[in-house]
DNA sequence: ATACTTAATCGTAATATTGCAATATATTAT
DNA sequence: ATAATATATTGCAATATTACGATTAAGTAT
């Protein structure tokens, strides 16, 4: 036990749930936010802005990119960081079917 | 260490951050498409449709009312729960703005 | 009052997440 | 080759999450 039982959920189910995941924690949001901001690729800036040690924004980098959310293309010395457009695209549905399922009726509880 | 650090980040990024958080289950979400899917309020038939135990399921349920994404009211022996249109609102345009923000450039990484 | 039904809570085991110091890796500059 | 810079990885401690059996609470029926 204790480990989430993703074989009872549909594919759907489990993907959504991925990657909202990967974006529900304020420093994911915020490193996405700062790469949003400056449209064009970021590297560790990121480190320097957000009050986080070095380590601790690589690791919340790569829980983004394993989740497909950005991606990372060497340049030089450092790393620039941007949006994976499918995958944005992907979560922009996928939350838009979900949210928009909701219909606010007046008989309810 | 071990905890995440709420204390550097913006009001508005904690807050999306901690719906994401109760949203990214797979089974919560499949309960709040249950609600969704009958309009009316629901209770233990969760339990029923979905393979997880009965202590499992009010668990969740909890966590989804402690974000105030749905409310329960006593309906006799059971319990109805349904969408919180408020807070559901709040996610639309809080995940509107933060996913709008995007504009694909030609110019990335 | 007793039995029954439904849902919440408690306790606990297994696993995951968060944060960071220390270290490793890789690229650029001298 | 050596030093400097930037990022990733490792190891670890603290905390959180997930799941479920067992129990409790609260309402309904007999």
């Not at 790393?79 to 457009?85: D, L, M, R, W």
Request: aromatic share 4%; glycine share 6%; hydrophobic share 45%.
């Amino acid at each position: 036990m204790g480990l989430t039982r993703t074989e009872i959920f549909s594919i759907e189910q489990n993907q959504l749930a991925t990657l909202l995941k990967a974006l529900a924690h304020p420093a994911r949001i915020a490193i996405l936010q700062r790469i949003l901001a400056s449209n064009t690729c970021i590297c560790g800036d990121l480190v320097d802005e957000l009050g986080l040690a070095q380590a601790t924004i690589s690791q919340h980098l790569k829980e983004l990119k394993n989740a497909e959310i950005i991606q990372g293309t060497i340049e030089g010395v450092s790393v620039c960081y941007c949006i994976n457009p499918v995958t944005w695209k992907l979560i922009e549905n996928q939350m838009g079917a979900f949210l928009g399922a909701y219909k606010q009726e007046a008989n309810c509880c």
